[in-house]
């Protein structure tokens, strides 16, 4: 899923990006920066972001 999917998705659920991630225990700002592609999510904290909203799989890690 990409970061607009991802947007849309939640927009549908009636939810900001800052409820899910604290519904999530994610920071807001990594969460933002993964959707955005600013940081692309391939290790750490940043994998779990992706994994979580979708936008990557569990093994996907470079």
Known sequence: ????????????QG???RQWAQENDFDYILVSRIIRG???G???K?????????????SETI
């Open 1 to 12: 899923m990409t970061g607009d999917q991802v947007k849309r998705k939640l927009r549908q």
């Open 38 to 40: 600013v940081q692309k």
């Open 46 to 58: 940043g994998h779990e972001v992706a994994v979580a909203l979708g936008m990557k799989q569990e």
């Open 42 to 44: 391939n290790f750490g």
């Open 15 to 17: 939810k900001t990006l």
